[in-house]
């Protein structure tokens, strides 16, 4: 039977057709971020966390939960604790049983890339008394610094002469320039561990040699946050915060030492914050301290061998206050005193701190959530000017003050953001130290972008940090054909892109940048994100200016991810290795976009993101996430998690299908997962939590079947050093080169034996690594030091003894 086709059914057929056809060619253009889109995105999406943070799992300080990214992944599980000398343990055993084999070890020749000119978190600073050129500053995870001509250049002075970069606080003597203390460990009210606060060292030499002084350390002294000199160069104090250990803290409290560090008197047992000494009467001194959650004042009146609670105004939420005086009015005192969250006020003493009274907030935007000072337990600073009672200088999170009048109003002098509406200079964000130079006109700000100074007493700032290399960075990218071009993720500092010569520039879009991604194929697609990958931003230009970045996920929510969906601290955010327009990111669930390429004068357009993976739901994220690189039964690899001390691997196939658990070889942090880019069958993993001897856990494994069973590879590696990094040699899968907290580590031989590859590099932090396959180089990321590089040579068999898991140290 002959079927007759009506010509008004083939053309509604047609015209169906054609309008499906449309809609998936419907170009939705991407929204192009700019300087005030993104100060609004900013204001609301505090709004967004403050209401987020009801949620009692839900942290809202960003400075803490940075901490809580870093520290937590070396706890030893989540009611566990971090062996304040894990560093050191693993030194030894690197000097014993991971030295390189000469000509059979492939050699390192390691140099820093940058970001030039860097921004990093500066905590202390150190003035010369006879010339104001010379300064010193301490950094967070970076060092100790100097600079001789006022900080036009700087130079490192401590990489590889401590054991640990983290400087809380940093003190010189002021009869002898030369000779100063260093004391570790950053130190944050509300964060209790504090792995990189081992004592206090001192150098004789300006900073050429240093040595850990008798008695601070073993748990003795520990984050040291300030330190005094006494009546001489020989009396010291030092103020302690300490680190819990089970129900208790172990190292905190106030010190002092009569015979230049040699032996320390505990004198105080409660938390110690600030220590302020009279300098016409060193006997009289005032101390902060921290006692169960609320802050207090303290004075005494015979160096500090008693002290008497001081009268401070009413105020059951402060807990933390930084103390200064007047130099030539050492009677006349001011406090900073913080919240949690927010200033709790500005306090005045003029009775050499017995008694104290509230200065005014008038200057101060007190009533605007946006605007008001924040962070107090984390940024707070307060300086009085040595000859002028009445002038006081203080630091908080976006604003600097100033006051002419004692106390009486406040006027801003910098701001975080520019342009802005208030034409105040620039200072970045995060103020942590002020000091002054011969003059009381020339001041200097210590923050999480560097080192700032004024000449002018705030009327006008420079940036002052060439080569003051102490960026933290969190995640680092290359391009795969490009020698030069490159990208950092940073805390605090944003986003870091070069061009193709090599030039960097600063992108300010966030406050902290994460995951970096630069297209293998098209260097010019570049990609980066923000907190808990709540916003992941693109540029199709090269993204090494401000002109031409997009939106990538939707501040709205209308292209497939809810507004309000959140994933772990740095959320994962990957490439397809085989094709980079397919990107990945992780938060509690796993979405995939597909992008289509445009050339940079065009608007690249906003597809849609597609959920392939459901989470298992409650506050467990994805924190880590890797795909494999074969052509056959390809595999996305990671990790969910919601505690320290258990974290789930899972496998499954790149369009979510076939989700599979895997049982992981022990409890404990996943921090990374390697595929080997010859083999889909093989990867490893590496463990960044810390185990105190004698029960400590092996660092690295590898799998021969997708994880079905594994293959401890620690072997000769030091057991107590946290492994967070690790690349697979795709010219030799049986080179590893791995990033840890003292640098990195090589295997020629499948992790069969280890050693260290360190020439030229320093001890710090690794948290991530690049590879530049054009040119055989290695990239490393760093928190505290910036990006560096080596060339990737071959080495001979190495011929290292591996020792038993039963290593005795001396």
Known sequence: MK??????????????????????????????VDFDARREWKKSFKAKIREMAKNENFKQRFPEKAWDWFYSRRMGGKTGFIPVDYREVALRHTERF??????????????????????????????H??????????????????????????????????????????????????????GLGEGLAGKIYEPLGTGVYRTNDGGLNWSLTPGSGNNAMQVTVDLRFGANSQTL???????????????????????????????????????????????????????????????????????????????????????????????NLYALAGSSGSLSGIWKSTDSGKNWTVCPLDGIPMADDNEKPGQMYYNNCIAVVPNDPKTVYIGTNLRAYKTTNGGASWQSIAYWWVPNQLNLPYMHADHHGIAFGASPSTVYYATDGGFFVSKDAGATWLERNNNLLCTQIYRNANSAT?????????????VYVTNQSGDWSYIPWFGDGFECIIDKDAPNYVYSTSYYGSNVLFSNAGGDTTDLWYYLRDPQGENGIPANEMGAWVAPFVADPLDPTMLYLGLANIYRIQITRKPPDENPGLPSWTKIYSGVGGSKYLEVMRLSYGQDNRKIFFTQSGTTEAVNLYRMNLDGASVELIRPPRVGFIN?????????????????????????????????????TWQDKTNNLPKTLPVSAIFIDPDNSNTIIIGTDLGCYRSDDD?????????????????????????????????????????LTSAGTPDIKVVPNSVQFP
């Open 3 to 32: 079927i007759r086709r009506s010509p008004f059914i083939l053309i509604w057929i047609w015209c169906v057709l054609f309008i499906a056809s449309c809609a998936r060619q419907t170009f939705v253009p991407a929204v192009k």
């Open 98 to 127: 991971c030295q390189p084999t000469r000509g059979l070890a492939a050699d390192s020749n390691w140099r820093p890339l940058g970001p030039y000119p860097p921004r990093g978190r500066i905590k202390d600073i150190c003035v």
């Open 129 to 182: 008394p006879q010339n104001e050129k010379i300064i010193y500053v301490g950094s967070a995870s970076g060092g100790v610094w100097k600079t001789t001509d006022q900080g036009l250049n700087w130079v490192n002075l401590t990489d590889n002469k401590i054991s640990s970069l983290g400087i809380g606080s940093l003190i010189m003597n002021p009869n002898d320039p030369n000779n100063l203390y260093a």
């Open 237 to 331: 104090y030092a103020a302690c915060l300490g680190i819990r250990y089970g129900a208790s803290f172990q190292g905190q409290g106030f010190f002092i030492t009569t015979d230049g560090g040699n032996t320390w008197t505990k004198k105080m047992t409660q938390r110690c914050w600030c220590i302020s000494v009279d300098p016409t009467n060193a006997n009289n001194l005032v101390i902060s301290t921290e006692e169960s959650d609320q802050a207090r004042i303290y004075y005494s009146t015979d160096g500090g061998n008693t002290f008497t609670c001081s009268t401070i105004p009413s105020d059951n939420t402060t807990r933390r206050i930084e103390i200064d005086r007047c130099k030539n009015q050492p009677q």
């Open 482 to 494: 490009i020698e030069n071009k490159l990208m950092l993720g940073c805390q605090d500092n944003s």
């Open 672 to 708: 990374d997962i390697a595929c080997d880019p010859n083999n889909n069958n093989n990867i490893w993993i590496c463990y960044s939590d810390i185990f105190s001897y004698p029960n400590e856990k092996s660092r690295i494994y590898k799998s021969t079947n997708m994880g079905n």
């Open 751 to 791: 992790g069969a034996s280890w050693y260290q590859f360190n020439n030229g590099f320093t001890n710090v932090v690794v948290t991530d690594l690049a590879y530049f396959p054009a040119g055989r180089k290695l990239r490393a990321a760093t928190y505290g030091r910036g990006m560096w590089e080596t060339p």
